[in-house]
């Protein structure tokens, strides 16, 4: 069918993907990346075709290669959904490829750096608790927001979590020192209020938002006096996994603590554990330090 208003067209895709299950982030990205394009057919009132698509990638100026990547993915599936939907005759996106993009580990926050976040939290119970629950399970930000009372088994030292990214469930385990600072923080919980999240703000009495929890970690961090590193709830999720891996857990079980939806993803803190023992090499082997060949 030939498109007489993209914005309709990009309208009618966002739909779509709402009624498929999309989580909110993941269509906010959907709608800001087609977004531009949409503007950028209707203003230069070309055909969308491969050759246009070039074009406007290349009018992205001043990004680098790995918002350009995500500006193809998105791209990649709007053209994608366009094709299947009769829009287009063809899907243009297939000989677009994917730029390379270099590798980026993850960042982490030195262990003296987490004890003094611990201690600076351990002033108000749902401070520790959150900050606890985070370093010990590494759930995502959003997942600790959602996390309700009926989620929590403190006696079987475990919760069931709502995947931040979609629909799927799954169990995370903590340890018993995380147990006492959630039932710390339960005695403290206000229980005047029909809101049945764990973790509530105190200016509302509502349950916490990611940006909220957000602000929360790095407060906690900047009353620590940690400086030079990002202290936030994913900060603290990366701190997680690679602990995992440092104090030898396997890939494949910090794939289902993370709910990465690949063991890929989770293979990057192999390489942060690598980057570990290179160093420890360096340190202490008897040969490393000495000059025994000119």
């Given amino acids: 069918m030939a498109v007489q208003n993209w914005e309709l067209a990009r309208q009618d895709y966002l739909l779509a ?7 909110p982030r993941t269509l906010s990205d959907y709608d800001g990346g087609t977004r531009r394009f949409v503007e950028y057919l209707e203003d230069s009132k070309m055909p969308l ?13 001043g990004i680098g290669s790995v918002t350009l990547g995500i500006r193809i993915k998105v791209l990649r599936t709007f053209c ?24 980026v580990y993850p960042y982490i926050i030195a262990d003296d750096d987490i004890r003094r976040l611990i201690r600076t939290a351990k002033k108000k119970p749902r401070d520790l608790a959150l900050v606890i629950l985070l370093l010990d399970t590494g759930i995502r930000a959003s997942e600790c927001c959602n996390l309700t009372l009926d989620d929590l088994d403190i006696d079987s030292r475990s919760a069931l979590i709502q995947d931040g990214k979609g629909a799927k469930e799954r169990y995370v385990f903590y340890s018993d020192t995380t147990a006492r600072a959630l039932s710390r923080w339960l005695a403290y919980r206000p229980t005047d209020t029909f809101d049945d999240a764990v973790f509530l703000s105190k200016k509302t009495g509502q349950r916490l938002n990611r940006n909220s929890l957000t602000m929360i970690v790095k407060r906690l961090g900047e009353r620590a006096g940690i400086s030079g590193v ?7 999720r990366h701190c997680f996994a690679t602990a995992w891996i440092r104090n030898g857990g396997d890939v494949h079980s910090l794939q289902k603590m993370l709910g990465h939806t690949t063991v890929r993803m989770s293979e990057r803190y192999v390489h942060l554990a690598n980057a570990d ?3 420890l090499h360096r340190r202490y082997s008897p040969v490393g330090r000495l000059r025994l060949i000119a």
């Avoid at 994608?80 to 390379?100: A, D, H, T």
């Avoid at 990002?230 to 603290?236: A, G, I, M």
């Fill in 17 to 23: 993907k709402q009624l498929q299950g999309v989580s």
């Fill in 49 to 61: 075709t491969t050759a246009t698509i070039r074009q406007f990638l290349a009018s992205l100026d």
């Fill in 80 to 103: 994608r959904w366009l094709f299947s939907e009769g829009y287009l005759p063809s899907n243009v996106m297939e000989k677009i490829p994917n730029p390379k993009v270099p590798t």
């Fill in 230 to 236: 990002r202290v936030s709830p994913h900060s603290l």
């Fill in 277 to 279: 023992v290179s160093e």
